[in-house]
């Protein structure tokens, strides 16, 4: 245990009270280059804001000197130094004052009006935001007292984010848009508090010595006004991170349950929307229009997928009416048709070529009978002619077999038949057998 207590032990580590007070009352004041930074952080911030830049807003955070006033409300709460705790929350007024000011008039003459994302960001706060800045607020501290600084304080800068929610605020007063500007100012309140916080506990922890010597009945009342001001900023930081998460979910259920309907019923998905907040999702199908029937069954489809009391809406892209159909079944009943029909034609020249070559044996013997009376039968034949040999492809080859009577053909007699064969079918591999 000793060893442990001894790992996280930071008193060795710290500055001299001294040092730590005048460090502390130093940063609460806003005057000289402190103020000429602290303008710039301002418009370093608003243009980043302006341009969806996320480093030109990196940059104004880290420059930016609001953590001073912060921690120096924190220190004199927790030291019950009053005249500290008076010193710093001016400086800070003056600060939010002047980072308002300056952020609406930079909006103001900007031409581009757009809130985009990086502005977006900064107006719904969470529960999540109370985290980064009490533990923001813990580093902070800690690299305040302490010797080594490393890179905290930057660190701390950027994660706590305390400019950008005073410029956004800026940009909701310039473009009369109330939403942009309480909810960012809620965020600068969020981050204000708990960093405070952060640094009123660890400056009990330590402890640094008291200021002042103050009764009970003080202390009490101290202490509840603390409290009651942590919990009024708390409590609407647990219900929106309620509500986001509920819509991460219920866009998470949207987007699987919108996959399984792209395809409904000969019906094709050509556009949807999903309002996370209103719980409501607008299907936009092609097709012939869904019927009533069918809206019901993707509506219960829907509360499969975790989306009950959900509102569907649908509407009707390029509809294909039913003349159109019918229609398109008409053109494809014919274009099969003219299939058929060529295909018939083929079939029907191929037999007619079949025929042919049946009695083209007959046409051979009348023509050759005058010539040689001994021919008394003629037939042909076209087959295919395989061999034994591999990688050998099949032959097509013609055949004309010929008897003859009691009297035998001379073999110059055979010679002529069969050139003359060759030439009457143009085929100069045509064999002819003699019976």
């Not at 053109?331 to 070529?353: H, M, V």
Request: hydrophobic content about 45%; overall charge positive; charged content about 15%.
């Amino acid at each position: 245990m000793s060893k442990m207590t001894n790992i996280f032990n930071i008193k060795s580590d710290c500055e001299s009270f001294d040092t730590i007070y005048k460090t502390v009352n130093l940063d609460s004041t806003f005057n000289g280059s402190r103020l000429s930074i602290l303008i710039c952080a301002i418009i370093l911030a608003s243009v980043g804001l302006n341009m969806n830049s996320t480093a030109v807003i990196i940059g104004a955070m880290l420059i930016s000197p609001l953590m001073g006033p912060i921690n120096g409300i924190g220190y004199s709460i927790a030291t019950y130094d009053f005249l500290l705790l008076r010193k710093a929350i001016k400086n800070l007024l003056f600060a939010i004052i002047a980072s308002l000011i300056t952020s609406s008039l930079y909006f103001a003459v900007s031409p581009v009006s757009t809130a985009h994302s990086e502005l977006l960001a900064r107006t719904s706060p969470t529960i999540y935001d109370v985290l980064i800045a009490l533990f923001g607020g813990f580093a902070g501290t800690i690299s305040l007292v302490t010797k080594l600084k490393g890179n905290v304080v930057p660190g701390v800068a950027i994660a706590t984010a305390l400019m950008p929610p005073l410029c956004t605020a800026g940009y909701g007063l310039a473009t009369f848009q109330f939403s942009f500007f309480f909810g960012a100012l809620y965020l600068f309140t969020i981050n204000l508090v708990f960093i405070a916080l952060a640094t009123i506990l660890f400056s009990q922890l330590i402890p640094f010595p008291l200021k002042n010597i103050i009764n009970d009945d003080k202390k009490k009342k101290i202490n509840n006004f603390i409290t009651s001001i942590t919990l009024i900023t708390l409590v609407p930081s647990i219900y929106f991170g309620y509500v986001l998460s509920e819509k991460e979910k219920f866009n998470e259920n949207a987007k699987r349950f919108i996959q399984s309907v792209t395809f409904f019923d000969g019906e094709y998905l050509l556009h949807h929307e999903i309002n996370a907040g209103n719980r409501l999702i607008t299907l936009i199908y092609n097709g012939q229009g869904l019927t009533e029937k069918e809206k019901a069954e993707l509506q219960k489809r829907a509360n499969d997928f975790g989306l009950k009391n959900t509102t569907l809406t649908f509407q009707q892209g390029i509809k294909f009416s039913p003349i159109s159909k019918e229609k398109s079944e008409n053109e494809a009943l014919k274009t099969e048709i003219n299939r058929l029909a060529i295909a018939l034609k083929q079939q029907t020249t191929k037999q007619d070529s079949l025929q042919k070559q049946i009695y083209r044996g007959s046409i051979f013997l009348r023509e050759l009978q005058p010539l040689f009376p001994q021919v008394t039968t003629c037939a042909f034949m076209e087959s295919y002619r395989f061999s034994n040999k591999s990688n050998t492809l099949p032959v097509k080859t013609a055949y004309v077999v010929i008897t003859t009577n009691n009297s035998s053909l001379k073999k110059t007699d055979k010679e002529k038949i069969t050139m003359w064969l060759q030439a009457r079918t143009q085929n100069d591999s045509l064999r002819v057998i003699f019976e």
